[in-house]
Each structure stands twice: as structure tokens, then as C-alpha cells.
């Protein structure tokens, strides 16, 4: 979907912000870029949508070269949102929010059940938060519609530029929280620059880290923790969270509310409900393997209790899965999925923070 | 007997309604003309220097240099250049109306929050809608105390526009001072001190509505 081919951007003054950069990202994936400040993350990021050209080298959107596009009819296919939120404060919500399809030629009928339908999505009653003007909006809220509005044309493509990192604490997590679950129905291909790890491990299908207009490793969050490609990847890290990839194990975060539900035959179970996956014991409690709509599926990994985080993490990324069964011996005890491991990698960072 | 002097200056507005008359409808068209001619040349120069903002010190500086030229002499530059007569009054005036409108219009693109203009160029606005859905809205209360501040400026020198022959209420000031009769002095002054507030109270009325709604304190 996004292509970069050996791309060089060196500034007017002659600084190289971004140094034979070459790498793909594919439809419906959640990429985020992240590095100290001034590693070249934004100026990657905008030339995605030819704010910025490149000095040289070639990028591909949705295989085309960019080189030659229009970057006006090119930026409206394009979702964009900022930090700094930049909704147009003498329009209402509603206006904000219809500015790009209107420009498209979309008919009145169809952005305005458009704009109910987004505001809906992200838990701003349309018939309160419609006719509002921005500055009537806390920050967490004007967010929101910063990113509904770069839904609204229903662009393939959204590019977003440490979006939360200008909210407090309980807005950015909130916000992290609606974006994976946008994503998870929408599966937009999105660019995220951030410079917060726990928010790349949070919410990225795969992670860029970035240094001197450099990608160092460009890989899930699950590999990026458990095999970090230097000193300068750990350091970003946390020496924490890198320990507790092997010494915290399963058990402490089993999924509680995964319940056991009788099957009616002799089999009872952990069931899966998004996937229709069930995971079932035997009637003497052995483990007796995972059944996807009532057929057995061979091989279906599974992990000990007692196993490290890394041993996970290695299964899920090995194996392309969400969720384990998890084993005490022969035992199921409960499950694990790949967000809550995910979930748990992001939390460390805040707790070793705070201590 | 003396009359009381307000019976008297009442009795030369009387006899002299019909020159107070002219002097004021004289002294609207030549504001208004300049005031309009000097819109049509800084708002555009206005917005091209927001957009080479190396050229808007040269440009500002140059309109505020003919300000500080006193006004009368200025007046009397243009005597060689235009002769006497409307055509002298109407640039004088222009000229010293340009530097409000152009440095309030620059003021006032330049002042626009720089994140929603990249907000909307991120999202694929052209340059000209960036200009007239974000940047033009959004300086408009300041472009518009930049007209009402030349209003009244030009209202206010317009009155030396009888030295050039191109009358206004400046003609009954000049004709009472120099026959000294203060009540013709008056009776040119009054007026012109009232249209002057008359336009300032107006023109702010506007300002306020042109303040986009979302930008009014709730
Ligand atoms: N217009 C510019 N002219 C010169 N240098 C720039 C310009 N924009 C950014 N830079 C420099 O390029 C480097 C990378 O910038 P940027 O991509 O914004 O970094 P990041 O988003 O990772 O913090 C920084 O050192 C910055 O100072
Ligand atoms: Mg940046």
C-alpha cells in the first residue's frame, strides 16, 4: 500500500533528516513510527502525502509513484491528523467534520448521515455535539473529532502525527482504546508517529524505531521485545520490560473472564466468541485440543503456565494467532490472547515510571 | 443687546444649512471614495505579502512612512503632480488610508493558527481554500478594524481637503477662520467630529459581527 525505495530528504540548509529509507507497509496494517525527537519521524511521515518532497528516491500509495501525482487530489485520499488537532474553529463539528467529502462533491444527504455516523462511532451524540463549535470541546473530545474527520471521506490511507500525545493521561488512553477498535472493524491503513513505546506496543501491527533518519528495526511489537536488534533498540525498550519477558510467566496474566461453558457432550470449554473458537477439555479435565465451528484443528499450539512471556510472544508471532490455550500439565486453565500480552508489554513501561 | 452665543451658532447652522449640507455629502464622497480605493489596493497587497513575508516590512514601511508626512504638506506635494481640485484630495486620502487596512490584513493572516492551516493543507485544501475558507474568515475582525481605524483617520484629514480646492467640511472650518468667525468654525468641525464617531461606532458594530461565531466568548 505505502512503498519507500532508497528515499532521501536533505533540507534547504543541508541537513539530512531522512537517510536511504526503504520499506513497505501493507493494506489494512497499523504502522508505527517511533524514535527520539528529530529522528526524522514527521518528515517521513509527510511525504506520504507530498507535504514534503523527497530529495530523492521513489514512493509508491496503493502502487503508484507519487512523483508525479497531484498532491491536492492525492492528500484528499489521504486521512491526516495532528497533535495540535487543528480543527477550524470558526465551523461547527459537523462542518469540520463534512469539509473534505463537501470538497469531493458529495451530495447533503450522504455526509450528513456520514457525520451522525462517525460522531456515533466515537461516542459524541450527533444531535448534542453537531451544531458545536470547537472551542466548546475539551481537548480529549476535539481529538475525537480531529480523527472522524479523517475517516470522513473514507480514505484508504490515514497518517496520523503523535495524535494523543498532547492529552492527559485518561484522554490518551481512551483514545488509544476507541482507536484499536476503529482500526479493528475499519482495517484502514494507518501510519502512527509516536514517541511513546507503550503507545507503539499498544497499538501497532508492526513497529519502525527510527534513529538519525534511520530505521533500526522495523518489526512486530512481540519481536521488537523479545529480540531487540541492538544496545540502542533495548535502551528504547527498558531494561524492565525486557526482564520481565523472562522471568514473569503466563500465569500472571491469565484472561479471568474467559468462561469455562459446557458444551453438552462430554467436552466442556474456554470459548473464543469473535473467532468461534473453542478450546475444550475432556470430561476427566485433560486438555482435548481447539475446535473451530465443531471441527478439530490439528496443531493448534498451546502454551505451559508456567512458560516465560517471551516463549508467548515467540507462539504468537511464530504461529500468526490471537489467543493460546493454556496449559497446567495436561490441564486447560484458562487463555491467553495476543492483546493482552501486547496490553501487559505497554503497561510495563508506566509502571517502571512510576517506581 | 447680545445674543447668548448658542442662539447664535444655532442661527448660523440655520442660515448655513444648505453649505453644511453640501460640505458633508462632499467630504462622505471623498472618504469613501478613498477609503474604497485604498481597500482595493491593500487587502490584496495584504495577502500576497502574508504569503513573501520579506517584502511585508518593505511594503509596510513604505505606507508608513507617507503617514508620517504631515498631512497638510503632503496635501501640498501633490499640488504639482494632480493640480488642485478632487482627483489631489482623493490620493492624499487613499494613501494615508492604506497602512492600517494593509498592516491589519497582514496582521491578521500572519496570526491565524499555523495547525489549521496545515490541518486543512494535510487534508487536501488548495492554497485557495486555505485563503478564503480559513485564513480570510479568521482575520476578518482584524481586516475590519483596520477599515474602521482608516475610516476615521480619513474622515478626520478629509477636512484639509479644501486646501486643494476639493471642498468637504473643511471649506465652512477654513472660510470661519479666516473671516474669524468661530461659529463657522464650529459649524464645519461639529459635524465632522460626529461623522468620525458616527462611522468609528458603526464600522465596530460590524467588526463584532464579523467575528466568526465560533471564536465569541460563550
Ligand atoms: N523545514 C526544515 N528545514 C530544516 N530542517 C528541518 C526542517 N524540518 C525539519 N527539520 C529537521 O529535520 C529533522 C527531523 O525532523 P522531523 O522529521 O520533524 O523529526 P521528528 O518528527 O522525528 O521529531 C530535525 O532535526 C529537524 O530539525
Ligand atoms: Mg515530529
Known sequence: ???????????????????????????????????????GKTTTMKMINKLIDPTSGTIYVDGENITQANGVELRRNIGYVIQQIGLLPHMTIAENIALIPKLKG???????????????????????????????????QQQRVGVIRALAAEP???????????????????????????????QK??????HDIDEALKLADRIAVMKDGRIVQFDTPEALVTSPANEFIRDFIGESRLKEVTSTIIADLLEADTAIIDTGGNHSGHQMS???????????????GAFFEGRSIHNYPSILVDADLKTAATLFLDQKIEVLPVLNEDQLVGLLTRDRLLQHFAGLGKEGARS | MIEPLHLFFINTVMTRSDDIWEGMVEHLFLSFTAIFIAIIIALPLGIFVSRQRKLADLFIGITSVFQTIPSLAFFGF?????????????????????LPILRNTYTGIITVDQAVIEAGRGMGMTENQILTKIELPLSLPFIMAGIRTATVLTVGVATLATFVGAGGLGE???????????????????????????????????????????LKRQ
Request: proline share 5%.
Open chain 1, 1 to 39: 500500500m505505502i512503498r519507500f525505495e532508497k528515499v532521501n530528504k536533505t533540507y534547504d540548509d543541508g541537513f539530512e533528516a531522512v537517510k536511504s529509507l526503504s520499506f513497505e507497509i501493507s493494506k489494512g496494517e497499523l504502522v508505527t513510527f517511533i524514535g527520539p525527537s528529530g529522528c
Open chain 1, 106 to 140: 458529495w451530495h447533503k444527504d450522504r455526509y450528513e448521515k456520514r457525520v451522525d455516523e462517525l460522531l456515533d462511532m466515537v461516542g459524541l451524540e450527533p444531535s448534542q455535539f453537531r451544531s458545536k463549535y470547537p472551542l466548546e470541546l475539551s481537548g480529549g
Open chain 1, 156 to 186: 484508504p490511507i490515514i497518517l496520523m502525527d503523535e495524535p494523543f500525545s498532547a492529552l492527559d493521561p485518561i484522554s490518551r488512553e481512551q483514545l488509544q482504546d476507541e482507536l484499536k477498535e476503529i482500526q479493528h472493524r475499519i
Open chain 1, 189 to 194: 491503513t494507518i501510519v502512527f508517529v509516536t
Open chain 1, 274 to 288: 469473535p473467532d468461534s473458537l473453542l478450546f475444550a477439555s475432556s470430561s476427566d479435565d485433560t486438555y482435548a
Open chain 2, 78 to 98: 501633490l499640488i504639482p503632480i494632480f493640480g488642485t481640485g478632487t482627483v489631489t484630495a482623493i490620493t492624499a486620502l487613499t494613501v494615508y488610508s492604506l
Open chain 2, 172 to 214: 465652512l472650518i477654513y472660510r470661519g477662520l479666516s473671516t474669524w468667525n468661530n461659529q463657522l468654525v464650529l459649524a464645519g468641525a461639529i459635524p465632522a467630529a460626529f461623522l468620525a464617531l458616527f462611522f468609528d461606532f458603526i464600522l465596530k458594530r460590524i467588526e463584532l459581527r464579523a467575528t466568526p461565531k465560533g
